[in-house]
């Protein structure tokens, strides 16, 4: 079956982008203008909910961008990308996939909608000041874990890392990235110097 993403530049589709460039499997790319249910005639019909990603495997659909990256590392691994439950980091492996979104990304797009994607007349600085400190105030977690190690867990790059990396990479088109502590901005210099996310964010 052939793999394939449904990709905005920018968006979290970079997650399962640079999950699949990273193991190398052959995949479909098609790249879209954002937001894609107004750019990309039929995108509806895709994705009824006109978010993206979207990925396919013959007939299963996904639109998740974490739950992506965790069922290609399952399903084409194996791969140091991903844990199995036996391993002693499984836990926090799952906790750092889920928080990307959950807890980091959330209040970003906040700021993104009211500082960029909202008309002029009816955005909200008050909103964007107060979601840019509740992000700050999440990201204590990742300058906390990345003190005495490079990777979030496992002892290696996962894509725990991929998850939350894709954060970090918001924050900076966001311009939040001065906002980094040592700990986090040395995390994500490490991230994006990696070969794969170069390819990813170029495509």
């Known amino acids: 079956m052939t793999l394939k993403l449904y990709h905005c530049k920018g968006a ?6 640079w999950t699949l460039e990273e193991m190398g499997i052959p995949y ?10 107004a750019f990309r005639e039929g ?3 895709i994705n009824p909910l006109g978010t993206v990603p979207t990925f396919t495997d013959g007939d299963v659909t996904m639109t998740e961008s974490a739950g992506i990256c965790q ?6 691994g194996p791969t140091d990308l991903g844990l199995m439950p036996a391993d002693k980091d499984y836990g926090s492996y799952l906790n750092w996939l889920h928080r990307s979104d959950a807890t ?5 797009t906040i700021v993104l909608r009211y500082t960029q994607l909202e008309p002029e007349e009816r955005r909200l600085k008050q909103a964007a000041d107060d979601y840019t400190q509740w992000f ?3 990201l204590r977690s990742v300058e906390q874990a ?9 002892g290696r790059f996962t894509i725990a890392d991929i998850a939350v990396g894709f954060a970090l990479f918001l924050a900076e088109t966001l311009g939040l990235r001065p906002g980094f502590k040592p700990n986090t901005e040395a995390y ?16």
């Open 104 to 108: 980091l990304t959330f209040p970003q």
């Open 71 to 76: 069922y290609l590392v399952d399903r084409y």
């Open 146 to 154: 990345t003190a005495d190690r490079e990777y979030l867990c496992a």
């Open 12 to 17: 979290r589709s970079l997650r399962p982008l």
């Open 43 to 45: 995108y509806l019909n």
């Open 136 to 138: 700050f105030a999440r």
């Open 188 to 203: 994500y210099r490490r991230l994006s110097e990696r070969p794969a996310f170069q390819r990813a964010i170029g495509l």
């Open 28 to 37: 479909e790319l098609e790249t879209m203008r954002f937001p894609p249910r």
